[in-house]
């Protein structure tokens, strides 16, 4: 089954220091990767996402995330949290088969970050 | 949350009425999604439509229909069916159904059912 995880239901850091948001993921293909970022009562925005290539990819806000196939894991980063960083972020996962027309998003539970100043 | 509209932002409807969620985007945007957010849960997928005149149930599809006569509409109806109705509702879009495009939401619509 397809599947991805957040580990941590809850994140807390201090400004200023450096934050990684977990995610693992579970598929039988190659996966395609996101990570969406909401603020409350909002939509899910776009982030970042891996589907080739350089395993450390870089998205908005200073966020970066790095795929590591050996241990199926796609944690976000930033190196200096900002207060304003605080919001419930979701990693997704997308199969990429060959010859699927199966291209439907996995998306974990949540996790919620807090940033205090 | 450009380009994908859902109205209202807020509804209230009494248990046993059906009742629609709007959902409308201006992107050109083959692939609609409805996805329903409870606390602690993550997004699940309710129905999506890869295009017009098409589309799929997905996870948790019992209780809730869709149209998509148009491309830039997709609205869901709740329907009385639904045993637990109240929720966030998230209505997204993209490009294409396959591939590596990125899924773009809606504000969302809050209904609650009393």
């Known amino acids: 089954a397809q599947s991805v995880a957040q580990p941590e239901d809850q994140v807390n850091v201090a400004e200023g220091n450096p934050l990684t948001v977990k995610c693992t993921y579970s598929?039988?293909?190659?996966?395609?990767l996101f990570w969406y970022v909401q603020y409350p009562n909002r939509g899910l925005q776009f982030l970042l996402k891996?589907?080739?290539?350089?395993?450390l990819v870089k998205g908005s806000y200073g966020f970066e995330a790095e795929f590591n196939k050996s241990q199926t894991s796609f944690h976000l980063k930033k190196p200096s949290a900002l207060v304003s960083d605080s919001a419930l972020y979701f990693c997704?996962?997308?199969?990429?088969?060959?010859?699927?027309?199966?291209?439907?998003?996995?998306f974990g539970r949540g996790t919620q970050l807090t940033v205090w100043p | 949350d450009g380009g994908i509209t859902q109205s209202p932002k807020y509804l209230f409807r009494k248990e046993g009425q059906n009742v629609t969620l709007s959902c409308e985007q201006n992107?050109?945007?083959?692939?609609m999604y409805w996805y329903r957010q409870d606390p602690g849960q993550g997004l699940r997928l309710i129905y999506y439509?890869?295009?017009?005149?098409?589309?799929q149930k997905g996870d948790i599809a019992e209780g809730y229909s869709v149209s998509r006569e148009k491309k830039e509409s997709f609205p869901l109806t709740v329907t009385s069916a639904q045993k637990n109705p109240t929720a966030f509702y998230l209505c997204?879009?993209?490009?294409?159904?396959?591939?590596?495009?990125?899924?773009?939401f809606g504000p969302g619509t809050r209904l609650t059912v009393t």
């Open positions: 997204a879009s993209s490009i294409a159904w396959t591939g590596e495009r990125e899924q773009y």
């Open positions: 598929v039988s293909g190659n996966p395609y």
């Open positions: 891996y589907i080739t290539g350089d395993n």
């Open positions: 997704a996962v997308r199969i990429k088969d060959r010859g699927s027309t199966l291209g439907r998003l996995y």
């Open positions: 992107l050109n945007h083959d692939a």
């Open positions: 439509s890869q295009i017009v005149n098409d589309f």
